[in-house]
């Protein structure tokens, strides 16, 4: 299944798929030799594309997750008539090439990349539990010793107005056995965060659902939170691994032929894309700017493009040097919604600070999440605006962060994430192609962070 066709238009694009260390997935269903990054090498190469759109899913997408998506995303740019037909009245035309990129973000899902298992629904037999979990987390003998316990509790009661100490010291072993730090607002994704309190946890996820702690709050929140942060760090690991190394030797490949890179990311997605653009460590960036990059919904902080960030003066964003290194030729958009609950609510709430929505500067709170307020802590280069409909043209501007409130769009949803997955509108599609469409201005400096 690795290489999809789109029904109504007949394009196909790839799927590349990659594993939880951000090492690319040999396991070709149709036997074919090579791996699938190869392929579009290959065929980038004899095709000599005008653009590369890469698609990256955020959490809970397995693969027949992610193909359905990409099949939508792709179908509602393709749907734009009026945008197609200014790409191809472009000097050279419109030849795209259309790259889904996947990785392992969905608890108990089908990971199968010939798309014949079928994703089994969570059982509560103990060593299934442990089975899953650590299979999501991380597969080692401390985090199983500390599932074993979680399990087994919850088993008993589920949901309590407080922790037992034999639970209470396996949600701290675990955090400990997953490694993923807790440095504060400048820190990589994934550790982003306060210090892991599984007290503090519980009685957030209480707020949280609005059961009350004295009603009882899920004993397994907690569980839920460091899974949120483990697959946050996974994006990062992802993106700066295998998926950086393939962007980079498609534009090798391609020297000269004057290809444009276009990112997309959606909810964790955003994470990867930014990961690729800025390389590992944020520092060590692409032979080359990509064109644009577009972040849906973005889980990931809203001061993560910031040079300097307001409440902590002395530090910056993990991704500033994205904007300052001038890694992107032509915008950086976002999109924010006061209807998406998981960025609004669930988001702060992970982070450790349940009762800290409004600590910051200009009402930003210290963590909140991009698809709720926009990049912010830019000193300079960011435009406000609304998301427009299909016939507005936006006045995009190079290296410049536009922030788009799109919450008359991006606003139909039920449950605890409201509209963090309505994403398919073609007002979306729309804004992805006209920031694609900006010419860069000639003559664009990069730094060497940029150009490692």
Not at 60 to 74: C, F, H, L, N, S
Not at 222 to 245: C, D, I, N, Y
Request: proline share 6%; net charge negative; with cysteine.
């Amino acid at each position: 299944m690795p290489i999809q066709t789109l029904t109504v238009f007949g394009p196909s694009y790839y799927l590349v798929a990659f594993d939880r260390d951000g090492r690319e997935r040999a396991d070709d269903p149709h036997g074919v030799g090579g791996s699938m990054s190869a392929r579009v090498l290959d065929e980038a190469t004899r095709l000599a594309p005008t653009d590369v759109f890469l698609l990256a899913h955020g959490w809970k997408g397995d693969v027949p997750g992610a193909v359905e998506q990409y099949d939508r995303w792709i179908s509602a740019m393709l749907h734009l008539r009026a945008d197609r037909d200014e790409f191809e009245q472009r000097p050279g035309g419109f030849r795209p090439v259309w790259v889904g990129l996947h990785w392992p973000s969905q608890p108990w899902g089908n990971e199968d990349l010939g798309g014949t298992s079928v994703a089994q629904a969570f059982r509560p037999a103990l060593h299934q539990f442990v089975d899953e979990w650590a299979e999501r987390l991380g597969d080692s003998p401390e985090i199983r010793a500390a599932l074993e316990v979680i399990g087994r509790e919850a088993a008993v009661a589920r949901f309590r107005p407080h922790l037992s100490l034999s639970l209470r010291d396996a949600y701290r072993a675990l955090d400990e056995a997953l490694g993923l730090g807790a440095d504060g607002l400048a820190a990589p994704p994934g550790g982003d965060r306060e210090p892991f309190d599984p007290d503090v946890a519980l009685a957030a996820e209480a707020e949280f659902d609005g059961r009350g702690v004295r009603e009882g709050a899920d004993i397994l929140g907690p569980l839920r939170q460091l899974s949120f942060w483990t697959m946050k760090k996974r994006a990062r690991v992802v993106g700066e691994g295998g998926m950086h190394e393939f962007v980079r030797a498609l534009q090798d490949a391609l020297t000269g032929h004057g290809l444009r890179v276009h990112l997309m990311g959606h909810s964790f997605g955003a994470i990867i894309a930014s990961a690729i653009v800025g390389g590992p460590g944020g520092s060590s960036g692409l032979p080359g700017p990509v064109h644009s990059l577009v972040l849906v919904q973005g889980a990931m902080s809203l001061w993560s493009f910031a040079g300097r960030i307001p409440i902590a003066p002395e530090k910056s964003g993990y991704f500033h040097r994205v904007v300052e290194s001038a890694c992107v030729a032509g915008p950086i958009v976002t999109t924010r919604s006061r209807h998406d609950t998981a960025l609004g609510r669930f988001y702060p709430i992970a982070a450790g600070v349940a009762r800290d929505m409004t600590v910051g500067v200009d009402e930003y709170p210290r963590y909140g999440a991009l698809g709720a307020f926009g990049a912010r802590g830019l000193d300079a280069g960011v435009v406000d605006q609304p998301m427009l409909g299909v016939e507005g043209s936006y006045d995009f501007l190079p290296g410049t962060v536009h922030n788009l409130e799109a919450s008359e769009v991006i606003r139909d949803g039920g449950g605890l994430s409201g509209a963090h997955s309505d994403v398919f509108d073609p007002e979306l599609a729309h804004a992805v192609l006209q920031a694609s469409q900006l010419r860069p201005q000639t003559g664009l400096q990069t730094h060497a962070a940029c150009t490692g």
